[in-house]
């Protein structure tokens, strides 16, 4: 299986703040790589599709880059409604295989 | 829009069985791979089982290979998850998940496995 590695496990931010996050394959995966949200009790919100392209009704504060074994989640100007846990997902083979999510937290 | 909606849920004892379901729409049903993700409490997502589109191919977990059986019904645009021999680590909620330009995660079903 793929191995994902995001970092950093938890991140402070203030409101306004420009954060990025990275997720790392223990393989090269091309560009097969998502990053969804996640808030407390609440499923999964696609975020990003093949390294950078936005899901539809995503606003653009919320950017990926990357490709093969090296990836990042770009978030800019930090409102109090992107304060949630992140993970990236590689699909490039099965089985599907997740980070193990960054917590971004208010400072 | 697509959509997917998880049902079928719900506390069970040890060594019992449960059907869950998904139900698709917005979407050629019978195109491509669709997949079941749990998330354990706490924890991240880990993939579960996929299908491919005419039921002919699928890939289970080690975790769960001999006790759960996924399968679909192209007719009814329904996924299906049936889990027998139910343990206490398969304790979590159960997503579907299907890629159409992007990634869609059903609202999941909380399965709780406990005496």
């Known amino acids: 299986d793929i191995q994902m590695t995001q970092s950093p496990s938890s991140l402070s931010a203030s409101v306004g703040d420009r954060v990025t996050i990275t997720c790392r394959a223990s393989q090269d995966i091309s560009n097969s790589l998502a990053w969804f949200q996640q808030k407390p009790g609440k499923a999964p919100k696609s975020l990003i599709y093949?390294?950078?392209s936005l899901q539809s009704g995503v606003p653009s504060k919320f950017s990926g880059s990357g490709s093969g074994t090296d990836f990042t989640l770009t978030i800019s100007s930090l409102q109090p409604e992107d304060f949630a846990t992140y993970y990236c997902?590689?699909?490039?083979?099965?089985?599907?295989?997740f980070g193990q999510g960054t917590r971004l937290e208010i400072k | 829009e697509v959509q997917l909606v998880e049902s079928g849920g719900g506390l069970v004892q040890p060594g019992g069985s449960l059907r869950l379901s998904c139900a698709a729409s917005g979407f050629t049903f019978n195109s491509g791979w669709i997949h079941w993700v749990r998330q354990a409490p706490g924890k991240g997502p880990v993939s579960v089982s996929r299908i491919n589109s005419d039921g002919t191919s699928t890939s289970y977990a080690d975790s769960v290979k001999g006790r759960f059986t996924i399968s679909r019904d192209n007719a009814k645009n329904t996924l299906y998850l049936q889990m027998n021999s139910l343990r206490a680590d398969d304790t979590a909620v159960y997503y579907c998940l299907k890629y159409t330009s992007g990634w869609t995660w059903g609202q999941g079903t909380l399965v709780t496995v406990s005496s």
């Open positions: 997902q590689q699909y490039n083979s099965y089985p599907l295989t």
């Open positions: 093949a390294a950078s």
